[in-house]
Nanobody
């Protein structure tokens, strides 16, 4: 059973940066691809970025050039570096893992979820 725990959220001025972390237990980098999603109240969960088991990364167009996904296999930790934050990035951010080699953009494909961490970038 994979368990995920996010950290690193907070409030930062527009233009600022944050790095989210997701600590994973029961996880294997060779069997589980991972991703980040975000969700605002009353809205659907939105895909942000994924990293496949072979290290291939994909990032949503809305955050491309500003957000970077990475992982530390030795620490079983997933990261999301967020730069040039804007008010539109204000959301609850979730870490997710799937029993798959390649991750999709659809939240329904993921088997494991963290509790989420709030990111706020006020006007």
């Amino acid at each position: 059973q994979v368990q995920l725990q996010e950290s690193g959220g907070g409030s930062v001025q527009s233009g600022g940066s944050l790095r989210l972390s997701c600590s994973a237990s029961g996880y294997s980098s060779s069997r589980h691809c991972m991703g980040w999603f975000r969700q605002a109240p009353g809205r659907e969960r939105e895909w942000v970025a994924t990293i496949d088991t072979d290290g291939t990364t994909n990032v949503a167009y809305s955050v491309k050039g500003r957000f970077t996904i990475s992982r530390d296999k030795a620490k079983s930790t997933l990261y999301l570096q967020m730069n040039s934050l804007t008010p539109a990035d204000t959301d609850m951010y979730y870490c997710a893992a799937a029993d798959a080699l390649r991750c999709s953009m659809w939240s329904g494909d993921y088997n494991y979820w963290g509790q989420g961490t709030q990111v706020t970038s006020p006007h």
